[in-house]
């Protein structure tokens, strides 16, 4: 079992950076494979960003491919996301995911627990 909780959203100009967190509770994060997900008014869930349970390979959406970077400390059980160059288009619900898994997955359904969610707003 595994506990995932987001924080670290809020709203930013366009062109600015947000750090997003994910505190991991329960036992062996580090067996765990990562991702972020976002979900936009209207729209479904989709993969932005995803990384190994060692974070030695990582793999990006190609609307954010060069502008966020994901990484994880698996001694202190965070994953992150550093979001620069933000744009409108970014404007979602961003949620954090794990699996069992030592390699990474991009589809939602692959995935075994969930966040909560942390609201990023890029205004224009």
């Known amino acids: 079992q595994l506990q995932l909780s987001e924080s670290g959203g809020r709203l930013v100009q366009t062109g600015g950076s947000l750090r997003l967190s994910c505190a991991a509770s329960?036992?062996?994060?580090?067996?765990?494979?990562m991702g972020w997900f976002r979900q936009a008014p209207g729209r479904e869930r989709e993969f932005v960003a995803a990384i190994t349970w060692s974070g030695s390979n990582s793999h990006y959406a190609d609307s954010v491919q060069g502008r966020f970077a994901i990484s994880r400390d698996n001694a202190q059980n965070i994953l992150y996301l550093q979001m620069n160059n933000l744009k409108p288009d970014d404007t979602a619900v961003y949620y954090c995911?794990?699996?069992?898994?030592?390699?990474?997955?991009?589809?939602?359904?692959?995935?075994?627990?969930w966040g909560q969610g942390t609201q990023v707003t890029v205004s224009s």
């Open positions: 329960g036992r062996d994060f580090s067996s765990y494979a």
């Open positions: 995911a794990a699996v069992l898994s030592t390699w990474y997955y991009t589809g939602t359904h692959n995935y075994d627990y």
